[in-house]
């Protein structure tokens, strides 16, 4: 594991992630994503963009899409309702050796880097965990570890992305950092000829008329404002494929039991 020595305390430092995400159609959120981390003079800062959106609609592709695209390692930090504020930061950890040691988060591993941060589904998080990270969304930009009383800068090509689930916040986040999370960026759900696509990146190997099958579902649940997700689509494609190869049936057959089995019977409503 990588090391680093910051006012003579030793940090290890977590990895990098690299994952096979690639973000197909709506090609202008991609754009304002990074617009939004744009630096267009010395003056200038980056924004702190937030993805909001249902689950299932793309948010983490999306940013891992776009912090690819600045040619940056990649770190994701997944947030939940037990991130506590030093978890975001620095973390003392017991050595091989019995001895105190310090690990820096992937935040603070991507804040030395210059690396990007996807703090994922940020919406989770306690108030105190977000107070945490109060200076480093405005143009303070660094950290303080209470634990090794480090204050750390953030590295000037270091960039964050938060993404929020519209609908199952465990905490409100307080004002004064929503008006740090800006600009934010809403993802739809797809029209059907992107969703289309979008299920062929994820099942190249799926005939077209099964993907054809779920896109038009999937719609139909979308029309009704269902909260079925492309992932659900992607479950459901798959999840036939696999039956149809088990037991030699037909489609026809098994694509709505897939659909009942992935989403319960209530989804059968939205089958022609
Ligand atoms: N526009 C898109 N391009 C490529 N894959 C997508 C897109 N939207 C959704 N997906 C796929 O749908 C699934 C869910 O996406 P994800 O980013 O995890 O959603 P969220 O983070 O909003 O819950 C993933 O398998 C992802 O690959
Ligand atoms: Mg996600």
Redesign the pocket.
């Known amino acids: 594991m990588e090391q680093t020595t910051i006012d003579g305390i030793s940090l290890s430092l977590a990895g990098p992630v690299s994952l096979s995400?690639?973000?197909?159609?709506?090609d202008e959120?991609l754009q304002q994503l990074l617009a939004a981390w744009m630096v267009i003079d010395d003056r200038d800062i980056p924004f702190n963009p937030r993805?909001i959106?249902?689950?299932?609609?793309?948010?983490?592709?999306?940013?891992?899409?776009a912090a690819r695209r600045l040619g940056r390692p990649v770190y994701l930090f997944q947030a939940t309702m037990d991130t506590r504020p030093e978890d975001l930061i620095i973390t003392p950890v017991i050595g091989p050796d019995g001895k105190i040691q310090y690990a820096a988060s992937s935040l603070v591993s991507a804040m030395l880097k210059g690396g990007v941060l996807i703090l994922?589904?940020g919406n989770r998080m306690s108030e105190k965990a977000w107070a945490s990270l109060a200076p480093l969304l405005d143009d303070r930009r660094y950290v303080e570890s209470i634990i090794t009383g480090l204050r750390v800068p953030a590295h000037r090509d270091f960039r964050i992305v938060v993404?929020m689930?519209e609908d199952s916040s465990t905490f409100e986040v307080p004002e004064y950092i929503h008006s740090r999370l800006q600009p934010q960026i809403f993802?739809d759900f797809?029209e059907a000829d992107?969703?289309l696509?979008?299920l062929k990146?994820?099942l190249p190997f799926a005939p077209t008329r099964i993907l054809k099958y779920v896109v038009d579902f999937l719609q139909r649940a979308h029309a009704a404002d269902e909260l079925y997700?492309?992932?659900d689509?992607?479950n459901i494609a798959r999840y036939a494929l696999k039956m149809m190869a088990a037991t030699g049936k037909d489609a026809a057959e098994l694509l709505p039991l897939s659909v009942e089995r992935v989403l319960g019977d209530e989804a059968l409503r939205y089958l022609t």
């Open positions: 995400l690639k973000w197909v159609g709506q959120l993805l959106g249902k689950p299932g609609v793309g948010k983490t592709t999306l940013a891992y899409a994922d589904e993404t689930n993802i797809p992107e969703e696509m979008i990146e994820n997700s492309v992932r689509g992607i």
